[in-house]
């Protein structure tokens, strides 16, 4: 009975499905978190009369077949890239990207790494660094004797020193963008690394076409919208029940077999 395995695949399915939705909404706080959705294709067909195929008997063509499914598949995990909401920080080292790019950060192990969190600080020896600590590209820092910072819509980074009150430049800030950002691979910390589907970086600087400007004192937030991340996730729900009533169906029907005498 094919009703079994089909109804199990469905079930996994949904477990996936869940998962994903669970996800989401565990980084509905997580800054410039980007909300995934699962997409589901179905399974081969057991072919048991091919479509367009010859009847033997009278020799006509058969215009629909018969094909049996044998259930559903997950397909992929994809991330929507939307832009979240903009909330007010009054830190000076927060920038948000209002529009499409993505700060670059330097790895330990020499690759570059990507992402949308811009809550920023500065180390010890005052250059700009994410909140674990590694080092945004290019590097830019701040004199130790600087009592203020702005950070133009462009980039560019300027600090008022002591007993000056003309601001001097000491970087610009570039942002990376992708044909696909959908594409990107996740390795937690909310970066990112470059793919084969992500195709290949693009940088400039803030505002250049095709690019977003930056914000001061602003971080971006979680995409995720709680009202419809509760939705799917009953709609989710359901479907797990119903594909769990096939199971418990299809077995009264096996056990109903098994008694025939």
Known sequence: MRALSIAASGMQAQQTNVDVISHNIANMNTTAYKRQRAEFQDMLYQNMERPGSTSAASGAVLPLGIQIGVGVQTDAVGRITEQGGIASTQNPYDIAINGRGFFQVALPS???????????????????????????????????????????????????????????????????????????????????????????????????????????????LSNVNAVEEISSLIVAQRAYEMNARVITAADEMLQSTTQLR
């Open 110 to 220: 020499g690759q570059t790494a990507y992402t949308r969190a811009g809550n920023l600080a500065v180390n010890a020896d005052g250059a700009l660094v994410t909140a674990d600590g590694y080092l945004l590209e290019p590097s830019i820092t701040v004199p130790q004797e600087a009592v203020g910072v702005q950070i133009t819509r462009d980039g560019i980074v300027e600090v008022t020193m002591a007993g000056q009150t003309d601001p001097q430049q000491v970087g610009q800030i570039e942002i990376a963008n992708f044909i696909n950002p959908a594409g990107l691979e996740a390795i937690g910390d909310n970066l990112y690394l470059e793919t084969p589907a992500s195709g290949t970086v693009n940088t400039a600087t803030p505002g250049s076409p095709g690019f977003g400007t930056l914000m001061q004192g602003y971080l971006e």
